[in-house]
């Protein structure tokens, strides 16, 4: 290791040392995009002040329940403050619109802005204490506790509020704060962002910092020529967000700047400087009062187990809403800041889902105008489910077909797997991968099963972090190939997380050749098993604002290798939001 390694090495466990001493007590857990159920009662100043808070999963409509105060007996109310309105999608129970004044009642529906809440249901309801549901957009430590802010109200919780939750604070869904993203849309860890910086009632400034060091060694799986590779990177990306306002209008702006030094044995040290635009878009929210949004601009398009995408793509997207259902429809490219291949490639996504995208199936149609035209049509379905009792499975199915010019494309592919809980703390993994591989093409087609280059097959068990569920040394693309992997992992309590994960890889067709890999070796053709790969990952977050993940990996090269020395991994990351 040279001496920059060592000292980027040095600054992070410094870093370590610091956040160990950092403590926090349960409410500092809280972060944008939770979904509490606040119990309590407004004050003269119109500030409400919470008795309760409950901690619960994402629902598909924000809840008040409140005395109405004012009525125009047909399309609008007023309740704890908040105007809503009626329409013709409103359902009345057990009462009707010529008696809501006066009335105690609960009221479901969507938060446009501070005075639109359109009302999808009305109960009547008994005496008791009023209540707000919703997901957090702003927290504030204040004197004698805290302050959140929900849809449109400030609450204030004292500090010894009685606050409950079922389980760890951060196994909660952390729905999108991205604005009039839908609810039950999970952020992954490298865009939950800090709370930032109030600029003004709407807008907010906020941060990501990341600092993440990386060796690769011998991955050409050959002791006597090694090829090393060294990567240190920091980065840092900011954002200026927008919250909606009277007309449903809201949006944000991201910029992202990264400094990394990479040492590659073979071609030497290089460094670079990139500074780019990241997530920047708009969107208005339900402009025709029929739960149908659209967002204009770079948007993330990053999925639970980022098995289909993770990527930043420019263009168009909707949202719609149809009960429990949720329709996305988009039609993108890569205008700037990308690969050759993504600016050269016109993106078409449908994705249907239930609310809490349990359950979804999709269809994603990639047309490629490069030297080689190519046009490749995904079409797949998805689950993921609490089912046996204590497990949590997930399957994916996909099945590709298309062109890349004279030469058809066809595969299958398929992602089985489930983690058994064992006790409070333990946790095993199981799932086999397949995709459909091809010995050669020389009927006029290729049967390669092929993700849709927009993955990154980064997930979680039920640790602390993610990491590459492929294994994290060979990280492959799931084409021409099994993969079974056996886990076991060990929550040592909700901020920290070990896993020890194995890897057996074996080829569907033996050939000369790894698709997508960072394995610099070609297999020798004949033999279909590839190997075995053990990754040991630990995670950790102390306090809310950082977290820190090392991985540790090594490669056990199979018969299909000719040349089968060891290659190992090792990675450091650590995060601060702000």
């Excluded at 280059?453 to 068990?461: A, E, H, P, Y």
């Amino acid at each position: 290791m040279n001496r920059s390694s060592s000292h980027a090495v040095i600054w992070l466990i410094s870093c370590l040392q610091f956040a160990a001493v950092v403590s926090a007590n349960e409410f500092e857990e809280i972060v944008p995009g939770h979904w509490l159920e606040v119990r309590g009662g407004l004050d003269e100043k119109g500030v409400f002040q919470a008795q309760r808070v409950n901690l619960i999963e994402p629902e598909s409509e924000e809840v008040l329940i409140g005395t109405i105060t004012e009525t125009d007996g047909t399309e609008q109310i007023t309740l704890l403050g908040q105007m809503a309105q009626i329409s013709e999608k409103t359902r009345f129970n057990k009462v009707t619109a010529g008696q809501l004044a006066n009335l105690r009642v609960k009221v479901e529906g969507h938060y446009r802005g501070p005075k639109r809440f359109s009302i999808r249901k009305i109960t009547t309801r008994g005496p008791g204490r009023e209540r707000v549901s919703g997901p957090v957009s702003e927290i504030r430590k204040i004197d004698n506790g805290y302050s959140f802010r929900i849809m449109n109200f400030e609450v204030m919780v004292p500090g010894d509020a009685d606050f409950r939750h079922e389980k760890p604070v951060d196994q909660y869904a952390v729905v999108s704060m991205n604005l009039a993203v839908p609810a039950g849309k999970q952020l992954s860890e490298d865009d939950q962002f800090g709370e930032g910086w109030s600029m003004g009632q709407r807008l907010r400034f906020t941060t990501l910092l990341e600092a993440r060091y990386k060796t690769e060694y011998n991955y050409n799986l050959s002791d006597p020529r090694d090829e090393d590779l060294e990567d240190s990177a920091v980065s840092i990306r900011g954002r200026f967000v927008l919250s909606p306002g009277n007309y449903g209008m809201s949006g944000q702006f991201e910029f992202r700047h990264t400094q990394l030094r990479r040492n590659e044995e073979s071609l030497g040290t290089v460094s670079i400087d990139d500074t780019r635009i990241g997530e920047s878009f708009v969107i208005w929210d339900d402009p025709f009062d029929i739960d149908f949004d659209i967002q204009a601009g770079r948007m993330d398009f990053d999925d639970r187990r980022e098995w289909i995408y993770d990527q930043n793509l420019d263009g168009v997207r909707i949202y719609w809403r149809v009960s429990q259902w949720l329709a996305e429809l988009s039609a993108t490219t890569t205008l700037s800041d990308g690969k050759l291949r993504d600016e050269n490639t016109n993106n078409f996504v449908a994705y249907f889902s239930d609310f809490e995208r349990r359950f979804a199936a999709y269809a994603i149609y990639r047309d490629t105008d490069s030297p080689v035209e190519e046009s490749v049509l995904h079409v797949g379905a998805r689950a993921f489910v609490d089912w046996p009792p204590r497990h949590e499975s997930w399957f994916e199915v996909s099945r590709m077909s298309g062109s890349r010019g004279e030469t058809d494309l066809h595969g299958w592919g398929f992602d089985l797997g489930t983690t058994r809980k064992i006790g409070e703390r333990w946790f095993l993994t199981a799932s086999w991968a397949w995709g459909q591989g091809d010995e050669n093409n020389r009927d006029g087609s290729d049967g390669n099963f092929r993700q849709t280059r927009l993955q990154d097959n980064n997930g979680k068990f039920a640790g602390v972090t993610s990491f590459r569920y492929y294994g994290e040394m060979v990280d492959p693309e799931l084409a021409n190939m099994h993969i079974g992997t056996l886990g076991i992992g060990f929550r040592a309590s909700s901020e920290i997380s070990f896993d020890l994960v194995g890897h057996y890889y074996r080829q569907d067709k033996a050939v000369r050749r790894i698709i997508d890999s960072d394995i610099d070796q070609k297999p020798n053709g004949i033999d279909h098993e590839l190997g075995l790969e053990i990754d040991a990952i630990v995670g950790w977050r102390p306090v809310r604002a950082w977290d820190f993940e090392l991985v540790l990996g090594r490669f056990k090269p199979g018969k299909a290798f000719l040349i089968d020395d060891d290659a190992w991994v090792g990675k450091l990351q650590l995060r601060y939001r702000y």
